[in-house]
């Protein structure tokens, strides 16, 4: 699957996206990527928070 | 041999020997206790006093508490924070009786508590001294905490992996559980419990084994709680063990303690992040979790109002460029009464190129005007 995704890894790149997209010369046409981005981020950390199955299921699977 | 005694002659001059030197005399004494062997119930406590040389007992006489001194050991405990029990050494006052029955003992009629407070602060000293002496890693502050490896160590972001270190069927265990699985923000969790004695002689070495099986699982842990509740305010003494603080000390995944204690801090609390209570610790871990996902918000709210903003401002933009290509284009020139020359379908910017009696177009509002060209002028304004 997709590398190791952590809390600090997914809140870094999501605070990253924010000072991106704060910056003037943000190009329009990588909006809708990065909306994808954040978003994706966002739902990753609030399933974690809420869902140890996944960590278990993961080491079961290891 | 003649004419032998009876025993209870001899027990008897004995009795009245006895009499002569004590009746009447207390004596303060110090010294070891063993054989504590107390019966709450009927406010008795049976046990022994003990002096050493090295490991050689040297001295040692019966000892008891009757009802009407009991209190003093219920007093001691309240006011050292420890058990009344075998190892603790006291100074306390005495009698001394004789019976005929049941022989030589010694009856404490009371405790001075502050020698042993002095005693378990002299002992608490002495334990913090070592431990900064001895590990160069910890550290006191001059606010009179200390800065270890392990609270030291940042905590994670999300504590969700929990390594919980408890009496089994505890209150504390209880406490701990409640709190976390009954969150109203549907937090997910795993506890692992390593169940062990908290209290009593040998729990300082059954919990640090404990710590070391943590150490050595394979699975990764954000957190260690040691929780410990239920009203036990006495017997602290495990959590002032040096080999157990110095292990904490230098634990690698952060140690949070809930020992139940308002009063004192242990040592081990010392050496972690202390608080108060079970409750507290679970408390703690859900708002730390809580502070994340507030932060997590923030941040997309701030994503999203610049999201908002950029396409807010494109759209106001494109109305704008929209607005001038519309004021250049020939159709709203021509509306306002301006025209354009054209000769041959090519517009004419340069009236050079205009010779005479050639022909030329002349675009207005809604017609073509054709015309042959006469004369030209130059324009004087």
Same mark, same amino acid.
């Given at each position: 699957?997709?590398?190791?995704?952590?809390?600090?890894?997914?809140?870094?790149?999501?605070?990253?996206?924010?000072?991106?997209?704060?910056?003037?010369?943000?190009?329009?046409?990588?909006?809708?990527?990065?909306?994808?981005?954040?978003?994706?981020?966002?739902?990753?950390?609030?399933?974690?928070?809420?869902?140890?199955?996944?960590?278990?299921?993961?080491?079961?699977?290891? | 041999?003649?004419?032998?005694?009876?025993?209870?002659?001899?027990?008897?001059?004995?009795?009245?020997?006895?009499?002569?030197?004590?009746?009447?005399?207390?004596?303060? &004494?110090?010294?070891?206790?063993?054989?504590?062997?107390?019966?709450? +119930?009927?406010?008795?406590? %049976?046990?022994?006093? $003990? =002096? !050493?040389?090295?490991?050689?007992?040297?001295?040692?006489?019966?000892?008891?508490?009757?009802?009407?001194?009991?209190?003093?050991?219920?007093?001691?405990?309240?006011?050292?924070?420890?058990?009344?029990?075998?190892?603790?050494?006291?100074?306390?006052?005495?009698?001394?009786?004789?019976?005929?029955?049941?022989?030589?003992?010694?009856?404490?009629?009371?405790?001075?508590?502050?020698?042993?407070?002095?005693?378990?602060?002299?002992?608490?000293?002495?334990?913090?001294?070592?431990?900064?002496?001895?590990?160069?890693?910890?550290?006191?502050?001059?606010?009179?905490?200390?800065?270890?490896?392990?609270?030291?160590?940042?905590?994670?972001?999300? &504590?969700?992996?929990?390594?919980?270190?408890?009496?089994?069927?505890? +209150?504390?265990?209880?406490? %701990?559980?409640?709190? $976390? =699985? !009954?969150?109203?923000?549907?937090?997910?969790?795993?506890?692992?419990?390593?169940?062990?004695?908290?209290?009593?002689?040998?729990?300082?070495?059954?919990?640090?084994?404990?710590?070391?099986?943590?150490?050595?699982?394979?699975?990764?842990?954000?957190?260690?709680?040691?929780?410990?509740?239920?009203?036990?305010?006495?017997?602290?003494?495990?959590?002032?063990?040096?080999?157990?603080?110095?292990?904490?000390?230098?634990?690698?995944?952060?140690?949070?303690?809930?020992?139940?204690?308002?009063?004192?801090?242990?040592?081990?609390?010392?050496?972690?992040?202390?608080?108060?209570?079970?409750?507290?610790?679970?408390?703690?871990?859900?708002?730390?979790?809580?502070?994340?996902?507030?932060?997590?918000?923030?941040?997309? +709210?701030?994503?999203?109002?610049?999201?908002?903003?950029?396409?807010?401002?494109?759209?106001?933009?494109?109305?704008?460029?929209?607005?001038?290509?519309?004021?250049?284009?020939?159709?709203?020139?021509?509306?306002?009464?301006?025209?354009?020359?054209?000769?041959?379908?090519?517009?004419?910017?340069?009236?050079?190129?205009?010779?005479?009696?050639?022909?030329?177009?002349?675009?207005?509002?809604?017609?073509?005007?054709?015309?042959?060209?006469?004369?030209?002028?130059?324009?004087?304004?």
């Amino acid at each position: 699957m997709k590398s190791k995704l952590t809390y600090q890894k997914a809140y870094n790149e999501l605070a990253k996206l924010v000072e991106e997209i704060e910056d003037e010369t943000m190009q329009l046409d990588t909006l809708a990527e990065k909306i994808k981005q954040a978003n994706e981020l966002i739902k990753y950390c609030e399933k974690k928070l809420r869902s140890i199955e996944n960590e278990t299921n993961e080491l079961k699977g290891e | 041999m003649t004419n032998p005694q009876k025993l209870s002659e001899l027990i008897n001059e004995i009795d009245a020997t006895m009499r002569m030197a004590f009746a009447g005399k207390t004596f303060w &004494i110090k010294a070891e206790i063993t054989d504590v062997k107390k019966q709450p +119930d009927k406010r008795w406590c %049976f046990l022994k006093f $003990i =002096e !050493k040389n090295g490991n050689i007992i040297t001295a040692e006489m019966k000892a008891v508490f009757w009802a009407n001194t009991y209190s003093a050991i219920e007093n001691f405990e309240t006011n050292t924070q420890q058990i009344f029990a075998s190892g603790l050494e006291i100074t306390c006052c005495v009698r001394v009786r004789f019976h005929k029955r049941y022989g030589l003992d010694l009856e404490v009629l009371d405790i001075d508590y502050a020698y042993a407070i002095g005693k378990l602060e002299l002992e608490r000293k002495q334990t913090l001294e070592k431990l900064v002496r001895e590990n160069p890693s910890i550290q006191l502050l001059s606010s009179g905490n200390y800065s270890t490896i392990n609270n030291r160590t940042q905590l994670p972001l999300v &504590i969700q992996n929990i390594a919980l270190i408890t009496a089994p069927n505890s +209150d504390g265990q209880r406490d %701990f559980y409640t709190v $976390i =699985e !009954k969150n109203k923000y549907g937090y997910a969790f795993s506890i692992t419990p390593f169940l062990t004695t908290i209290q009593g002689d040998n729990s300082s070495r059954l919990i640090l084994q404990q710590l070391q099986l943590i150490q050595s699982s394979k699975q990764q842990f954000d957190l260690v709680a040691i929780v410990r509740g239920g009203g036990s305010d006495i017997d602290f003494k495990s959590f002032n063990d040096y080999n157990l603080a110095q292990a904490i000390a230098l634990f690698p995944v952060p140690i949070f303690t809930g020992i139940g204690h308002d009063r004192n801090t242990s040592i081990s609390d010392l050496m972690a992040r202390q608080h108060k209570t079970p409750t507290e610790v679970a408390t703690y871990i859900l708002d730390n979790n809580m502070n994340f996902e507030q932060d997590l918000e923030s941040l997309r +709210d701030r994503f999203f109002d610049v999201v908002d903003d950029l396409i807010e401002s494109a759209k106001s933009n494109l109305v704008h460029y929209k607005q001038r290509i519309k004021n250049l284009s020939p159709q709203t020139i021509l509306q306002k009464g301006f025209a354009i020359v054209m000769q041959n379908n090519k517009i004419i910017t340069n009236p050079e190129d205009i010779e005479l009696n050639s022909e030329i177009q002349t675009l207005l509002r809604k017609q073509i005007i054709h015309s042959t060209v006469t004369k030209k002028t130059n324009d004087e304004k």
